[in-house]
């Protein structure tokens, strides 16, 4: 799959974040964590798809399975969020060259954050709140393992964006291949930082 059509909307998305005010953020976010209680039976029937291809004996499986307290705890932690100050326009230093040039160090987003990760769909939740809060869209590259549960947690991320107004594609989800992560370690231009989240192997094969 080409995700070039993905990586320029994401960037695009981006660039709408930067005239959204931190209350509309935060609106967004406590939203979110009402629908996440409200739709626990719909997320859970994505995950069971992807637990029911897995054997319970893999360690991988625990990980991988939400449950009704789950979600409470992700709805939990999304109000967190929301309560945190923003960490965009805070000043890091300042001071006054001889010539009275002020100098000033002020913290802004980075635009497009990529990340990839394995079977913990509850980081989906996390990855998102964290960008929106930061002022960045993000593109998720979650393994094959809990594709239903992304596809499904995803979905309900842009409902929510969708009727607070905030462009939908500040979230996207690329399919769980490998050619995929390749293109998005080599999106220059449209991807500004790259984050693995998992095992050594996975963060070698991003480094490297």
């Known amino acids: 799959m080409d995700c070039t059509p993905i990586f320029k909307n994401a960037l695009?998305?981006?660039?709408?974040?930067?005239?959204?005010?931190?209350?509309?953020?935060?609106?967004?976010?406590?939203?979110?964590?009402?629908?996440?209680?409200?739709?626990?039976?719909?997320?859970l029937s994505g995950n069971e798809k992807d637990l029911s291809l897995m054997e319970k004996s893999d360690p991988r499986y625990d990980r991988l399975q939400l449950t009704p307290e789950r979600i409470k705890n992700i709805a939990y932690d999304l109000r967190n969020v929301a309560g945190?100050?923003?960490?965009?326009?805070?000043?890091?230093?300042?001071?006054?060259?001889?010539?009275?040039?002020?100098?000033?160090?002020?913290?802004?987003?980075?635009?497009?954050?990529?990340?990839?990760?394995?079977?913990?769909?509850?980081?989906?939740?996390?990855?998102?709140?964290?960008?929106?809060?930061?002022?960045?869209a993000c593109i998720l590259k979650g393994g094959s393992d809990a594709i239903n549960s992304n596809?499904?947690?995803?979905?309900?991320?842009?409902?929510?964006?969708?009727?607070?107004?905030?462009?939908?594609d500040v979230i996207s989800l690329l399919p769980p291949g490998r050619d995929e992560a390749i293109q998005l370690l080599n999106a220059r231009g449209y991807v500004d930082l790259v984050i693995p989240r998992g095992a050594r192997d996975l963060i070698e094969f991003v480094y490297q």
């Open 84 to 136: 945190l100050p923003s960490p965009v326009g805070r000043i890091l230093s300042e001071y006054k060259k001889p010539d009275g040039l002020i100098i000033i160090r002020e913290s802004v987003p980075f635009g497009v954050i990529g990340v990839i990760y394995e079977a913990r769909p509850n980081v989906t939740f996390d990855v998102f709140s964290l960008c929106l809060k930061s002022g960045n």
């Open 12 to 43: 695009e998305a981006s660039r709408k974040l930067i005239n959204l005010d931190v209350n509309s953020i935060n609106q967004a976010l406590l939203l979110l964590a009402d629908e996440v209680e409200a739709k626990i039976p719909y997320i």
């Open 151 to 168: 596809i499904a947690i995803v979905g309900l991320i842009k409902d929510i964006l969708d009727k607070c107004g905030i462009c939908s």
